[in-house]
């Protein structure tokens, strides 16, 4: 008999997600009796599903909102390269003496990384200041991935700068300042690099006041919002032409730490999958 392993992407609500399908195209591409599942879980009941994990019913899986928090809080170990970062996305199975306990990572920090190690190679060098837009949840990780890449400072700009700040003593000790939306002018002539983690971009929104104009001409400029693909962001800077990367490609990389994990292959993201995820937005 074969055994199929089971996977899962869990939220509140979950029916939005994306994942089934980039990870549904890999099971098929390789061929591997897998399932991988979206399943709602309402926040009182994480604590009893995530035992289906330890149970062996579920080989692991995805977390996302609300969830992220709760379940770094949850799992049996750590990874310790985003445990500072206070929420995990991917929980996997580790056997231990004791039977099945869980690990559990964020994979968006490495997922950030590697879209613009794809998309823009180089992108790191001579960064001399990046602004990042944004203190929330996703924030965290790109601002700890900046800090691993980037070899100047970070500037972490938010609409509530006191959370800025907090999130720049929390995440980036040294490296980062906090500030306000405001300060964008000001940094902006020396700043190579900007990434948006707002949500601003969505449902028709747009920054007012973000002169992009000011940056170098040089200057990449990403956005981690990928529903529109080309936020007005992106087409603001597009059409001043400066150096883009849509937030798509962090969604499919984010997935393939889970899935070799899951399902004992590395997957890669591909023009294919990109074209088929794409297309549903
Ligand atoms: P979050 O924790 O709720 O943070 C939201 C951020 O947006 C905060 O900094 C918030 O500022 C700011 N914001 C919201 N409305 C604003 C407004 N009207 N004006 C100015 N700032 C505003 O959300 P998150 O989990 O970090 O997610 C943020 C975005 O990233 C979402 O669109 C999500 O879909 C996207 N994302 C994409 C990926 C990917 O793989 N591409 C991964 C993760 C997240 P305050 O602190 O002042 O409220």
């Keep these: 008999m074969i055994h199929v392993k089971k996977a899962f992407v869990i939220g509140y609500p979950i029916k939005h997600s994306r994942s089934p399908l980039i990870h549904g195209h890999w099971l098929a591409e390789h061929g591997i009796a897998g399932s991988y599942e979206p399943i709602e879980v309402a926040p009182e009941a994480l604590p009893a599903f995530l035992d289906r994990i330890r149970s062996g019913e579920f080989t692991g899986g995805n977390v996302t909102v609300p969830h992220k928090e709760e379940a770094w809080k949850l799992v049996d170990f750590r990874d310790l390269d985003t445990d500072h970062l ?17 690990y559990g990572q964020n994979t968006d920090l490495y997922g950030f990384l590697a879209n613009l190690d794809q998309q823009a190679p180089g992108w790191n060098k001579d960064v001399e200041n990046a602004i990042v837009l944004g ?43 906090g500030g306000s939306l405001d300060d964008f002018a000001a940094l902006a002539p020396t700043s190579q690099l900007v990434v948006n983690t707002t949500t601003i971009g969505m449902h028709g929104t747009r920054f007012d006041n973000l002169d992009l104009s000011l940056l170098p001409k040089s200057a990449l400029v990403t956005d981690i919002v990928y529903v529109p693909l080309v936020t007005p962001l992106l087409a603001d800077a597009r059409a001043l032409g400066l150096r883009t990367v849509d937030g798509l490609g962090m969604l499919l990389h984010q997935a393939v730490p889970g899935f070799e994990a899951w399902f004992g292959v590395r997957p890669e993201v591909t023009p294919a999958l990109r074209q088929k995820i794409e297309a549903t937005l």
């Design 135 to 177: 203190a929330g949840g996703a924030a965290r990780a790109v601002a700890a991935g900046l800090m691993l890449r980037v070899p100047g400072r970070v500037h972490i700009l938010n609409r509530t700068r006191e959370r800025a700040a907090a999130l720049a003593a929390d995440i980036v000790p040294r490296r980062a300042v």
């Design 86 to 102: 206070k929420a995990f996305n991917t929980l996997s199975q580790v056997e231990t003496v004791d039977g099945i306990a869980i």
